[in-house]
């Protein structure tokens, strides 16, 4: 049996201008996954990494934690089958129509705008947001230019086809990607639906590990959003 970790970058810039760096507590966030599995000794055959920064970024600080400690860590593999699926670009896209025509995105989108403060802007965001992208993967709403929610979860399972093809026996490797890819990995582990695999999304901690056992084609869930490295309350973060 071989091993894939997935892993969930840690947090990034949320309602920022540049979403796409990890914030401080991100930082943070990675130091202690790679200081972890450092201390530990934890080995690692082969890294792969989606291509936005907070992902690359992610495994670089873990990386750092290891050379720091003497140990191997292994270059990182970008593939692009890991990359995120556009939900930004959903949300942006689809809203202005949304708002006209849907009363519950508009009663979601006039409480965001009410917003006193900054987590109660968070947690209005996040139920506009879900609202919209679960009319999206249902279907109800198609953004044209954007690749579609089915061929988003092909191309995950390609990247991850194409990691146990060429998986040795008794591999371990570990995949730094996004909310997503880890939710349809759980997908192909567990038979979900589309509406299951979302919710999958929106409970994918920052920088948490789901662990895969596989051989051949079985591909089996073995832990799912562990945070063993993280005990400090403030550093749990889904955003």
Not at 152 to 180: D, H
Request: charged share 25%; glycine share 6%.
């Amino acid at each position: 049996m071989s091993v894939i970790f997935l892993v969930r970058h840690a947090q990034a810039s949320f309602l920022e201008q540049d979403y796409d760096r990890l914030s401080s507590a991100g930082e943070t966030q990675a130091r202690l996954l790679g200081e972890y599995w450092a201390q530990r000794k934890v080995a690692w055959d082969r890294i792969f990494t989606g291509p936005r920064l907070r992902q690359r970024d992610t495994v670089k600080i873990a990386a750092e934690c290891y050379r720091s400690a003497g140990l191997r860590f292994p270059e990182q593999v970008v593939m692009q089958e890991f990359d995120e699926y556009e939900a930004e670009t959903v949300l942006k896209k689809s809203l202005p129509r949304l708002l006209e025509s849907d009363y519950k995105i508009r009663e979601l989108h006039g409480a965001f705008v009410a917003s006193k403060d900054a987590g109660e802007q968070r947690r209005s965001f996040q139920k506009m947001f879900e609202a919209v992208i679960g009319q999206w993967v249902g279907g109800e709403i198609s953004v044209p230019g954007v690749e579609p929610w089915q061929e988003f979860c092909a191309r995950v399972n390609r990247g991850l086809s194409r990691i146990m093809s060429g998986a040795k026996r008794g591999e371990r490797m570990a995949v730094f990607s996004s909310g997503g890819p880890i939710a349809v990995a759980m997908q192909r582990a567990l038979q979900l639906s589309p509406q299951d695999t979302l919710r999958v999304v929106w409970m994918s901690r920052n920088c948490s590990y789901s662990e895969f056992i596989f051989s051949g084609d079985r591909f089996t869930l073995s832990s799912f959003n562990a945070i063993p490295h993280i005990d400090d309350p403030t550093l749990l973060t889904y955003r």
